[in-house]
């Protein structure tokens, strides 16, 4: 009995039983359904897997102070000759990182508080009104010329800002009845 078999012999030569040329061939197809597989499917990860980085944050701190909150008004009222004093008058807040401190100082922008009503050639020298830190202290004249220190620290401010307060005194003087007002400015410094 004799048995027929397929011998493939080495590149290039021809085989002997069908006379098809054989070899490497098999070999490249194997090497090429390798790569489809490699890089034509999808790829995906496995549950659970993971990936981790890391970043590092700076935060750049500058010196800086800011005053908010400062009262737009306030009015003391009463007849001349009458003392009249304004508790709390001014309110502000005072937020600053700067550890030597700061200071606080008001300054009116004019010598003299002037009237509303037209016709009126009455007025208030500034030195009338007396401002002074909220419950300290004895009364300081405001003056046009030289600011005055109303608050003063030698420490940062609370996270926050400080709340501060300047109370404000007058003794009404002799003049036409009206409301007499004045711009005062307040300036708080870093020290």
Same mark, same amino acid.
């Given at each position: ?25 098999? $070999?490249?197809?194997?090497?090429? /359904? *390798? +790569?489809?597989?490699?890089? @034509? %499917?999808?790829?995906?990860?496995? &549950?659970? =897997? ?38 709390d008058a001014?309110t502000f ?27 009126? $050639?009455?007025?208030?020298?500034? /030195? *009338? +009104?007396?401002?002074?830190? @909220? %419950?300290?202290?004895?009364?300081? &004249?405001? =003056? ?48």
């Amino acid at each position: 009995m004799t048995v027929a078999a397929d011998v493939f012999e080495p590149t290039g030569t021809t085989h002997k039983r069908t006379g098809h040329r054989v070899g490497r061939s098999i $070999a490249g197809v194997a090497m090429a /359904a *390798a +790569l489809l597989s490699a890089f @034509g %499917g999808v790829a995906s990860a496995a &549950p659970g =897997d993971t990936s981790t980085g890391s970043t590092t944050a700076h935060v750049g701190v500058e010196s800086g102070i800011t005053m908010t909150g400062l009262t737009a008004s306030f009015t003391l009222t009463g007849a001349p000759g009458a003392t009249i004093t304004g508790a709390d008058a001014v309110t502000f807040n005072v937020e600053t990182n700067n550890v030597a401190g700061y200071a606080v100082t008001v300054q009116p922008a004019a010598s003299q508080m002037t009237p509303a009503l037209g016709g009126n $050639a009455d007025f208030i020298p500034i /030195a *009338a +009104l007396t401002v002074r830190e @909220g %419950g300290t202290g004895t009364y300081t &004249p405001l =003056d046009d010329v030289n600011p005055v220190t109303v608050h003063s620290q030698n420490s940062r401010s609370v996270n926050g800002g400080d709340v501060l307060t300047n109370d404000f005194q007058i003794r009404i003087p002799v003049v036409n009845v009206d409301t007499y007002s004045a711009t005062l400015n307040y300036v708080a410094t870093t020290l």
